[in-house]
C-alpha cells in the first residue's frame, strides 16, 4: 500500500448529466484518501453548472497542463480516446469508469468505484501497456494530436464515389484499395471500426496492427495483418480531390495531394486493469464473443 498522497487527474463526458453523477462518489472516495485531484477545465464546467461539485476540493487545468499520479476517465469509450490523446506521452496511467453503455475499453462500473479506489491505493492492479500509432503529414499538420489508440482510418468525404488509396509497407507496394475508405487500426481498436468492418480481432499486447477496407470494390480485397514497427505509406485519389483522416474518431480534412505516414508512435498508452479481470472475460461479456444466440428453443 502506497503511503504517499496520490494524484488524479480527471477527464469526464460533458453530454449528458445523468453519466456525471457517480463524480461525486469518485470525489468522496479519492478524498477520503487524502488523495489530490485535478479536473479538465470543459469537464469542471459542466460540473458545476449541474450543481455536481458542491463543497468539492480540486484544481482546475487545461490542455496537457496537468501531472498526475493516475488519470480517471469518467464516459465511455469516446471519452478513454480523448483522455488518451490528452495524456499523450506522459506515461500516466488511465482508469476507464464506465458511464456509457458498451465501455469495451472503460471497464470499471459504478458500482465498483470504491473498490478500484482501493485497489489504486493498495497496488492491486497491473498496467498494460497499449501500442500507439503515428500520422505524419507531407503537407499541413493536423490541428489536433496526431496519434491514436484505436485506429486511423482514411475516409472519403461529400459524394458517393469511392477513393483510391495507394498503400505502400515498408516502402514496398502493396495494393491500390478501390473503396469507401481504410482503417489502420491497433489491437486496442480491433474491436471498434475495423471489427465493424470485417476486420480480425487482435489481443493487446500482440506487436501487430491490421488493415481493413471499407466497402471495398474487389472481393478479393480482405483485411491484412502487419507487423507494428512497419511503416505504411498512404497517397489518395479523390474526385472531391479532399478525403478525411479519422484519429480515434476526430476527422480532419485533407487535399489528395497530401502524403501521409503511418508508423508505431514512440510512446504507449497505459491502461490501468484490476486484478481478476481479463481480456477475454471482457470480450464474452461486452462483445458477447462465442455466444450461441439460438439458445434451445431449435
Same mark, same amino acid.
Given at each position: 500500500?502506497?503511503?504517499?498522497?496520490?494524484?488524479?487527474?480527471?477527464?469526464?463526458? *460533458?453530454?449528458?448529466?445523468?453519466?456525471?453523477?457517480?463524480?461525486?462518489?469518485?470525489?468522496?472516495?479519492?478524498?477520503?484518501?487524502?488523495?489530490?485531484?485535478?479536473?479538465?477545465?470543459?469537464?469542471?464546467?459542466?460540473?458545476?453548472?449541474?450543481?455536481?461539485?458542491?463543497?468539492?476540493?480540486?484544481?482546475?487545468? =487545461?490542455?496537457?497542463?496537468?501531472?498526475?499520479?493516475?488519470?480517471?476517465?469518467?464516459?465511455?469509450?469516446?471519452?478513454?480516446?480523448?483522455?488518451?490523446?490528452?495524456? /499523450?506521452?506522459? $506515461?500516466?496511467? !488511465?482508469?476507464?469508469? &464506465?458511464? /456509457? +453503455?458498451?465501455?469495451?475499453?472503460?471497464?470499471?462500473?459504478?458500482?465498483?468505484?470504491?473498490?478500484?479506489?482501493?485497489?489504486? #491505493?493498495?497496488?492491486?492492479?497491473?498496467?498494460? &501497456? +497499449?501500442?500507439?500509432?503515428?500520422?505524419?503529414?507531407?503537407?499541413?499538420?493536423?490541428?489536433?494530436?496526431?496519434?491514436?489508440?484505436?485506429?486511423?482510418?482514411?475516409?472519403? +468525404? =461529400? &459524394?458517393?464515389?469511392?477513393?483510391?488509396?495507394?498503400?505502400?509497407? &515498408?516502402?514496398?507496394?502493396?495494393?491500390?484499395?478501390?473503396?469507401?475508405?481504410?482503417?489502420? $487500426?491497433?489491437?486496442?481498436?480491433?474491436?471498434?471500426?475495423?471489427?465493424?468492418? /470485417?476486420?480480425?480481432? !487482435?489481443?493487446?499486447? *500482440?506487436?501487430?496492427?491490421?488493415?481493413?477496407?471499407?466497402?471495398? #470494390?474487389?472481393?478479393?480485397?480482405?483485411? !491484412?495483418?502487419?507487423?507494428?514497427?512497419?511503416? !505504411?505509406?498512404?497517397?489518395?485519389?479523390?474526385?472531391?480531390?479532399?478525403?478525411?483522416?479519422?484519429?480515434?474518431? +476526430?476527422?480532419?480534412?485533407?487535399?489528395?495531394? *497530401?502524403?501521409?505516414?503511418?508508423?508505431?508512435?514512440?510512446?504507449?498508452?497505459?491502461?490501468?486493469?484490476?486484478?481478476?479481470?481479463?481480456?477475454?472475460?471482457?470480450?464474452?461479456?461486452?462483445?458477447?464473443?462465442?455466444? =450461441?444466440?439460438?439458445?434451445?428453443?431449435?
Amino acid at each position: 500500500m502506497t503511503s504517499r498522497k496520490l494524484r488524479f487527474a480527471i477527464f469526464g463526458n *460533458t453530454y449528458q448529466t445523468k453519466k456525471s453523477t457517480a463524480i461525486r462518489e469518485v470525489i468522496a472516495g479519492l478524498a477520503s484518501f487524502g488523495a489530490g485531484v485535478c479536473i479538465d477545465r470543459e469537464y469542471y464546467d459542466f460540473l458545476k453548472a449541474s450543481g455536481m461539485l458542491v463543497g468539492a476540493d480540486a484544481d482546475v487545468f =487545461d490542455g496537457d497542463c496537468f501531472d498526475a499520479d493516475f488519470v480517471i476517465s469518467m464516459g465511455g469509450d469516446g471519452t478513454f480516446l480523448k483522455a488518451a490523446g490528452r495524456v /499523450g506521452a506522459k $506515461s500516466i496511467p !488511465i482508469v476507464g469508469v &464506465n458511464m /456509457g +453503455r458498451l465501455g469495451f475499453l472503460t471497464d470499471v462500473t459504478t458500482g465498483e468505484i470504491d473498490d478500484c479506489l482501493k485497489a489504486l #491505493h493498495s497496488g492491486e492492479y497491473a498496467v498494460e &501497456n +497499449r501500442v500507439v500509432i503515428k500520422v505524419e503529414t507531407d503537407g499541413e499538420p493536423f490541428e489536433g494530436s496526431n496519434c491514436a489508440l484505436n485506429d486511423v482510418a482514411i475516409l472519403k +468525404r =461529400d &459524394n458517393a464515389s469511392m477513393i483510391s488509396i495507394h498503400t505502400s509497407v &515498408n516502402g514496398e507496394y502493396l495494393t491500390t484499395y478501390q473503396a469507401d475508405g481504410l482503417i489502420v $487500426s491497433t489491437p486496442t481498436g480491433s474491436t471498434a471500426y475495423s471489427l465493424s468492418n /470485417g476486420g480480425p480481432i !487482435i489481443v493487446p499486447g *500482440t506487436r501487430v496492427m491490421s488493415m481493413t477496407a471499407v466497402a471495398p #470494390h474487389s472481393l478479393n480485397i480482405r483485411p !491484412i495483418v502487419i507487423p507494428d514497427d512497419a511503416e !505504411i505509406s498512404l497517397a489518395v485519389d479523390s474526385r472531391s480531390h479532399t478525403f478525411l483522416v479519422a484519429i480515434d474518431g +476526430r476527422s480532419e480534412k485533407c487535399h489528395d495531394i *497530401t502524403r501521409l505516414t503511418l508508423s508505431k508512435a514512440p510512446y504507449s498508452v497505459k491502461v490501468v486493469k484490476r486484478t481478476g479481470t481479463g481480456y477475454f472475460d471482457t470480450l464474452r461479456k461486452k462483445m458477447m464473443w462465442g455466444t =450461441d444466440m439460438r439458445g434451445n428453443n431449435v
